[in-house]
């Protein structure tokens, strides 16, 4: 099963994700996988999906904090819309993550079944 996630005309379009949603838990659960919510801090505590990790892509400790992931595990980033989290794996990227990826949106991940808290 392919996780297909369909966004309003505001988000960027989300790219096709190979795992579904249970197996992306998995992943996030047992530490396999980063999931990180680039939001803000006020943002993130409105609501954010398990297992998130809130790094703010705004905030002037962004490449500090990044840096201290395991540049070999896969790091999926999303944000309100996925415009913040396409930037935020944009600069993963120039820091040496190979396998960093904007997921999109936290309501639109939501509802086709990335479980929020």
């Known amino acids: 099963m392919t996780l297909t996630v369909a966004c309003s005309k505001e988000e ?3 790219k096709d994700i190979k795992e579904t949603p249970e197996q992306l838990v998995q ?3 047992t530490g396999e996988a980063y999931l990180i919510d680039v939001r803000t801090p006020n943002e993130y505590q409105e609501g954010h999906l398990k297992y998130a990790t809130n790094i703010d892509f705004k905030s002037s400790e962004f490449k500090t904090e990044i840096n201290k992931l395991d540049k070999s595990k896969p790091v999926y980033l999303y944000c309100k ?8 794996t944009d600069t993963l990227q120039t820091l040496g993550f190979e396998n960093a990826r904007s997921i999109g949106g936290f309501k639109a991940l939501n509802k086709a ?3 929020a808290e």
């Open 81 to 88: 819309s996925g415009n913040r989290s396409k930037k935020a």
């Open 113 to 115: 079944g990335l479980p």
């Open 12 to 14: 960027e379009t989300l």
């Open 27 to 29: 992943q996030f659960s």
